[in-house]
Nanobody
Framework: QVQLVESGGGLVQAGGSLRLSCRVS????????MAWYRQRRGNAREEVAT???????NYGDFVKGRFTISRDNTKNTAWLQMNSLMPEDTAVYYC???????????????WGQGTQVAVSA
């Protein structure tokens, strides 16, 4: 059974930093893509950042160099370092694991429980 355990959310002032962690168990971590999504109140869930099994990365346009996604395959863990936080970054942040690739051509998706990030003005 694949499990994702997140940590690191909290309350921070604008301009501050937070680091989110997501530890994965139950699958071969090096073969899966890891991502962070967020859901702001009243909005759809949106992709924040992805780091693929190849270690290439992708970021949402709103990140604008403020966030960094990383992973350590020896620790089965991915992180999201968030700097220069703004009040509009306030959201529930979800860790996502996709993969490994199945014979069907599809990748199963798994989600963490979510962690609240609140940024005060």
């Amino acid at each position: 059974q694949v499990q994702l355990v997140e940590s690191g959310g909290g309350l921070v002032q604008a301009g501050g930093s937070l680091r989110l962690s997501c530890r994965v168990s139950g699958t071969l971590f090096r073969n899966i893509d890891m991502a962070w999504y967020r859901q702001r109140r009243g909005n759809a869930r949106e992709e924040v950042a992805t780091i693929f099994s190849s270690f290439s990365t992708n970021y949402g346009d709103f990140v604008k160099g403020r966030f960094t996604i990383s992973r350590d395959n020896t620790k089965n863990t991915a992180w999201l370092q968030m700097n220069s936080l703004m009040p509009e970054d306030t959201a529930v942040y979800y860790c996502n694991a996709a993969g490994p690739l199945q014979p069907t051509g599809l990748k199963p998706n798994y989600w963490g429980q979510g962690t609240q990030v609140a940024v005060s003005a």
